[in-house]
């Protein structure tokens, strides 16, 4: 089964970043390019399939923290993971105590989002009740 991972940023140089990033994984990618689109997406995608969310802070229309709390409280299994240009330690604080998977900060290196990304999915996988 291909793992499905959403990317939610207003950078289509950003999303297509991390999209190379993570292309030997073998991960499907939706893109977003805003909290808005990500969750008219989220509702045309099966969520069931959906692995893990990738998601900016700021963002016109909805922004990411407006989306970050609309999908963990809609789909609290999905894991998200915070990507962030403009880094601050009491959001960070914030989104993790809310529930957020990760804090990363732009650039991220191409190891450490694999690596964080494989770690949602497997997470996603065992409270899911889809094995590893």
Same mark, same amino acid.
């Given at each position: ?5 959403m ?10 970043t991390i999209?190379?990033?993570? #292309?030997?994984?073998g ?9 808005? @689109? ?6 045309v995608?099966?969520? !069931?399939?959906?692995?893990?969310i ?11 923290? @407006?989306?970050i ?6 789909y ?6 915070? !990507?962030t240009?403009?880094p ?5 604080? #914030? ?8 804090? !990363? ?5 191409k190891?450490?989002?694999? @690596?964080?990304v494989? #770690?949602a ?12």
């Open positions: 089964m291909k793992h499905k991972i990317i939610v940023d207003d950078e289509e140089e950003i999303r297509r999209k190379r990033q993570l #292309k030997d994984t991960y499907e990618i939706i893109e977003a390019s805003n909290g808005e @689109e990500a969750i008219r997406l989220i509702g995608e099966n969520v !069931l399939i959906l692995d893990a990738i998601c900016d802070i700021r963002m016109p229309k909805i922004n990411g923290v @407006e989306a709390a609309h999908f963990r409280k809609e609290p299994s999905i894991p998200v993971i915070v !990507l240009g403009f601050d330690v009491s959001l960070a604080a #914030k989104f993790i105590k809310d529930g957020a998977f990760e804090y !990363l900060v732009k650039p991220v290196e190891e450490k989002l694999v @690596e964080v494989a #770690k999915v497997k997470q996603h996988h065992l409270f899911s009740g889809g094995g590893a």
